[in-house]
């Protein structure tokens, strides 16, 4: 069962870079002009975007998620069958 969380560790760890790389990027390109006039808009405009464009991301974070507990579930269950 160690195998199975490690690979999905590898995995979230392999989404989790891309995520924080383009969060770097984001630190760079705000606009303090707009920053100042309205914050809380523009912080969730820009939360919004980041989101938008790391969909992916987090579908396939949700998805390994998913995989692991089925084949936890299954690896539980295979082991009650043979005790």
Do not use: W
Request: charged share 30%; proline share 1%; aromatic share 4%.
């Amino acid at each position: 069962m160690a195998d199975l969380v490690n690979s999905y560790l590898d995995k979230i760890d392999e989404i989790q870079a891309v995520i924080i790389n383009d969060a770097d990027l984001i630190l760079d390109a705000i606009e303090m002009d707009l920053l100042l006039k309205d914050p809380e808009g523009y912080l969730m405009s820009l939360g919004e975007a980041f989101l938008d464009e790391h969909m992916d991301e987090i579908e396939q974070g949700a998805k390994a998620g998913q995989q692991l507990a089925k084949k936890m579930v299954k690896s539980v269950e295979q082991r009650k069958n043979h005790s």
